[in-house]
């Protein structure tokens, strides 16, 4: 079994060593040939097969020095956004120039909402905040941009402000000044909530197509799934060769190979079935 595992492998690394000659392909099919080695893992899981995955995608999109991505822009989601929150219990009493500041940072940020929510904690209700001013500094494509916006005035429980940034910031940090009703400071809750944009793909990316495979792949544990998208990428690189489900040839030796291994009989005789019906199905 051993032997014949060993086979399929050294095929498999000399398409790989022939596909150096191709370019981008040749990244495409290194991505999924890595995670078909994650999923052969003796001893992988689906976590560690979807984190493979997760770094495949990451490379193909080609990391920058500044955390961004060459082939990743970042557009507002159709429906309800990611947020990074901020809660503080407010520390101050309002006498018109004594503040409680606090802020929150985020990145991808395209709108920053002022929120007083209904409940402090589990138990017990929120009391109504002054907001005064709220400051917002982000950055843009290195660009620098600042708004100010003047509430001035108390926010019920369970009432919000929202403002939308002129542009999706690469990062941005706000800060709001806030005070609270005489014999409430500690018993009312401010919040500030930034609301991220989702990464979208470049499809000019010559990787694109890779990039949705591993992202279909993401979470199936079908075999099949990952020699379907080898063997699609295969016959475009090379258009005489037909490719070989070695994913699914390997993992049922290794199956067979655990039955055979076992202390009983029938499971014994099983495996020697099924690793015989194997061997006559490989392609020749």
Same mark, same amino acid.
């Given at each position: ?37 994650? /999923? ?14 997760? /770094? ?175 063997? /699609? ?9 037909e490719p070989a489900p070695f994913t699914t040839f390997l993992l049922r030796i290794k199956e067979a190979e655990t039955l055979i291994r076992s ?20 392609? /020749?």
């Amino acid at each position: 079994m051993k032997l014949a595992m060993a086979v399929v492998l050294v095929s498999s690394m000399a398409i790989a060593a022939r596909s150096q000659d191709v370019c981008p392909e040749v990244a495409s099919l290194n991505a999924l040939y890595e995670v078909r080695a994650a /999923r052969l893992h003796a001893y992988s899981s689906s976590y560690e097969v979807g984190s493979e995955i997760d /770094r495949q995608i990451d490379n193909l999109r080609e990391p920058l020095r500044d955390g961004a991505y060459r082939w990743v822009h970042y557009v507002r989601p159709g429906g309800d956004a990611s947020v990074v929150k901020r809660d503080h219990d407010v520390s101050k009493i309002y006498n018109g120039d004594n503040w409680d500041s606090f802020e929150v940072t985020g990145k991808h940020v395209f709108a920053v909402n002022v929120n007083v929510p209904k409940k402090r904690n589990l138990f017990k209700a929120n009391n109504e905040v002054f907001v005064n001013t709220l400051t917002v500094r982000y950055i843009v494509e290195g660009r620098p941009a600042v708004i100010r916006k003047t509430i001035g005035e108390w926010m019920a429980p369970t009432t919000s402000r929202t403002f939308d940034l002129d542009a999706i910031a690469d990062s941005a940090d706000a800060t709001v000044e806030v005070a609270a009703r005489p014999g409430k400071k500690k018993e009312t809750v401010a919040e500030i909530i930034f609301k991220e944009a989702v990464a979208q793909d470049d499809p000019d990316n010559p990787n694109y197509e890779t990039i949705q495979a591993l992202q279909r792949l993401r979470g199936l544990s079908d075999p099949a799934a990952i020699d379907y998208e080898i063997g /699609r990428l295969e016959r475009r690189i090379f258009p005489s060769l037909e490719p070989a489900p070695f994913t699914t040839f390997l993992l049922r030796i290794k199956e067979a190979e655990t039955l055979i291994r076992s202390s009983k009989e029938e499971e014994q005789n099983r495996g020697k079935k099924m690793l015989a019906e194997v061997i006559r199905s490989y392609p /020749r």
